[in-house]
């Protein structure tokens, strides 16, 4: 690593805390954790790099090492990046040059894929969850079969379902603004079902105005009454844990819902470029990853192929 430019103990955390401070809270956790990722990557801490001394041949080894650790490469440059955006960061308060702010952004990143980490849901269990949430009819049921059928049937992140307000959804026709990344909006459609889940949620929930999805506290009587907190993104993590546990289903996290949203848009035919739009993606590579027809196109080829065995139950 180049010779350190002098930055006092004091000064570089807050510079770290300011470039973290813009963005969103998810952004900052998941960013803050690529930038551990980069120092353990080159054997040392988050406090003692001095980040706008870092030069090329430190990233480049930061990615050799994420990437022989077995990192996929998606997160390697999620790594990759959240650096550049630190060190751009530092530039603009005059404490990078501009040529190794340029050099750094040149460093390649890890080449490759992956399949989309976690499983398809399918209908009966999601019939199963919904069944499991009304079972007892109480406020917390409603609330958690709302947030389920949002999620199974338009793919929003659990950030984005934890954003929405009550002022954010036309319950008339289903039409949802919905704040994604980078505090972009985007327009999508709760239909079936899921509508007919949110509207009773909502006319349970009342209507003063503010989050969609709140807090619901214990009464004295055993019951729950409606807070005006919002629900937290951990909060939809825990519920979907839940209601799959009581329902006897495998385990299912929200970002299964949101892959099988994907896949069966696809699979029905939908243009790449619509569901993109749909999940909020910026590039249709990143939707392109859920899409699961070249696969069935693979299995299907397999089949065509025999192998001249039988197995002793059939000769």
Partial sequence: MAAEVQITA????????AWLAGRSA???????AA???AARAVGR?????????LDPAALELVREQLVAAGRSPSWVNLTLSAVRSLVRHLWRQGLVPDERRARLEDVAGARGSRLPAGR????HELAAIAKACMKDGSLVGLRDVAIIGLAATTGLR???LAALDLADVDLATGRSVVRGKGNKQRAVFITNGALDALRDWAAARGPQPGALFVRLVRTPGGGHQVSHDRVSVQTMVDTLKRRARESGVDPIRPHDLRRTVAGELLDAGTDISTVA??????????TARYDRRPEHAVAAAAAKIRFPYRSASER
């Fill in 26 to 32: 998810s952004s900052r956790r998941v960013y803050a």
């Fill in 45 to 53: 801490d988050l406090a003692s790099i001095d980040w706008a001394a």
């Fill in 120 to 123: 398809h849901i399918e209908s």
């Fill in 158 to 160: 659990r950030s984005e």
């Fill in 35 to 37: 930038l551990e990722a």
């Fill in 10 to 17: 004091a000064t570089q955390p807050q510079h770290i805390g």
């Fill in 277 to 286: 739009r749909l999940l909020g993606h910026a590039n249709v590579q990143t």
